[in-house]
Each structure stands twice: as C-alpha cells, then as structure tokens.
C-alpha cells in the first residue's frame, strides 16, 4: 500500500461488499443470511489486510468520514424519549451542539454532543459542528440541570473545533470555554466523554472534562488539526502528514500518554460500515462505566477527577 493513498481509494472494496450486503438484507433470497456472513468475513480479511498500514492521517481521514454516525445516530440508538432542550438562555441557540435527555437503559442520563449534519444544507445549518459560544453556554446550561436532578452526564465529541469567526471571538468564545473547563470539573454527577469522530481542540475540550474519557478507535484528539499546524508551523499545506504524525493524535498514542482511559473497537471497516456493531460496542462501555460511577460518592468522584487531570500526560525532561 502507497502510504499517499487516501483512505477513500482504499476503502474501495470494503464499500463495495458493504454494498452487495446493503442489497441482500434487502431482498427476500432464501439464502440471504449465508450471503451476508460471507461478505461480512471478506470485509473482515480485507480490513486485516490493510488496517496495519494506517498513517495517522489516515485515522483522520476515517475519523471525518461523512458517513460516520453522530451524535444523533448515537442518541436514536442508545436512547428512548429523547428530549432535546435549545438555548442558553443569554444569547440563543446553537444548532452545532445537541443537549437533552433520554432514557437510556431504564434511566435518565443527559446526552450532550457536536452535530455535523449530513446534507450541505444541514452542514450549515449545524455549522459543521463547530459551535460558538451559546453552543457550550447550552451545554452546560444542559449540564448543571441533570446536576440538579441527579443525572449522569455523556458528552458525545465530534468537532474540527470551537467557531474562529469573529462574532464568536466578540460574543466570548475563549472565555465560554474556559468557564466550562472549570465548573464541568466541580460538578458533583458522574460525568463520561466520548470521542466519537474529531477531537478539535478547545472545541472538543468545552465539553471534554469528566470522570473517563473515551475514544473510538480510529477518531482523533488533537489541540489543532493537522492541517492548521501545518500552515502555522511549516506555513506548507504539503506538511499535513507529517504535522499529523508529530500530533500524536491517535486512540492509542493518546492512551500510552494517560490522556484517555479507555478505546473502545470499532468494527472492520470502521463505524460507517457497521453502524449498529459500533453503537453496541460503544452501550457496553458506557453501561459498564455509568455503573461503576454511581457506586463512588460525589465526594470521592471529584477528588478522582481532580487527581486524574493533574496526572494527565507524560513527558521528559532533558
């Protein structure tokens, strides 16, 4: 395998089993069932075949993969009654962040996280999924309602990054996200981040602090993204593979350095090509951990917490 290759030419045929199975669960073939574990095993043999030679951008590219499931897929899966709440309050609502609560698996759990939106006219509508500061304002508006009630809190992650444009910068975007960094952390309810897609920065930070964080297995954190390094760095678009490979921004380069705590396995292909595996992966994790959560304190939680971001990251020293 080119490592220039994108991962979009070499997807190629896992898409195209993915396809063929698309249309036998469609049909009324009595051999439907056989069929479809057949290409399921030759996704299977494909992905171990190329999975090896992933580069980070790679991961990237699979992590902004438009047909990735979001916030909302996640939400219609693991949720019933889902009830979206808007506004915070002081200047509007922000359609690039979703809040509200569902139940989820007999209790109420709050579920806050970035929407991308699919079409074009969905993408602006959602911003990209970049929010200003009304979106993280929301959140924690969101947040500190399920704190009242005594609901656990699960932040969804998929952002390039909290809004640049200027009217987000008047309005106080530096100042909404640090003021979510410092009162997220004193919440007294169990609190679990997700990074489902794209970890950007501030961004993904705003509502990113909590008891565990999780990645799925080919997202990515990062504090900028490869191609803004690249520009500011190497002032050199060319740059972005190798900005993306100094960026350390991977599942597991990101849990070798004790940022995270845990990365949960996406199926072959990746999440876009078995979407309903990828939410059960993503339910057993999050079941497991709410669970483990609630049986701790509020009091013993916090001091948890505290100590798990003061002992964030590794370095040297020469």
């Avoid at 249309?23 to 992905?47: G, M, P």
């Avoid at 009242?148 to 699960?154: C, D, I, L, W």
């Avoid at 609190?191 to 080919?218: K, W």
């Avoid at 309903?276 to 999050?286: I, P, S």
Wanted: charged share 30%; aromatic share 8%; hydrophobic share 35%.
């Amino acid at each position: 395998m080119k490592e220039k290759r994108d991962f979009y030419q070499i997807e190629k045929n896992i898409v195209a089993f993915k396809e063929k199975m698309d249309k036998f669960q469609s049909s009324e073939k009595a051999d439907k069932k056989e069929k479809i574990a057949q290409l399921e095993k030759q996704i299977e043999i494909e992905w171990a075949k190329i999975s090896p030679h992933f580069t980070p951008m790679h991961i990237v590219q699979i992590a902004r993969h438009p047909k990735r499931p979001y916030t909302l897929d996640y939400i219609e899966y693991l949720t019933e009654d889902f009830m979206e709440i808007h506004g915070d309050r002081r200047a509007g609502d922000d359609p690039a962040i979703v809040a509200g609560f569902g139940f989820y698996r007999g209790s109420t759990v709050c579920f806050i996280g970035h929407q991308k939106g699919r079409t074009t006219k969905e993408r602006i509508d959602r911003n990209f999924g970049q929010a200003n500061p009304e979106g993280y304002r929301k959140a924690l508006r969101i947040m500190k309602l399920a704190e009242k009630f005594g609901h656990p809190v699960v932040t969804l992650i998929d952002t390039p990054g909290a809004y640049p444009g200027i009217k987000a910068e008047e309005q106080g975007q530096a100042e909404a996200i640090a003021y979510n960094l410092r009162e997220i952390s004193k919440l007294k309810i169990p609190v679990v981040n997700v990074v489902i897609g794209e970890g950007g920065s501030g961004g993904a930070l705003a509502v990113g602090v909590g008891d565990a964080i999780f990645m799925l297995e080919y997202s990515f954190y990062s504090v900028i993204s490869p191609e803004g390094c690249a520009a500011i760095l190497w002032k050199d678009q060319k740059a972005v593979t190798k900005a993306a490979e100094n960026l350390k921004i991977g599942a597991q380069d990101l849990l070798d350095m004790r940022i995270i705590d845990k990365i949960i396995a996406e199926p072959p292909g990746g999440a876009h090509i078995n979407r309903e595996q990828t939410f059960k992966n993503v339910d057993k994790v999050l079941n497991l951990t709410l669970k483990k959560l609630q049986q701790i304190s509020p009091e013993e939680r916090l001091k948890m917490r505290y100590k798990k971001f003061r002992e964030i990251g590794v370095f040297t020293e020469k």
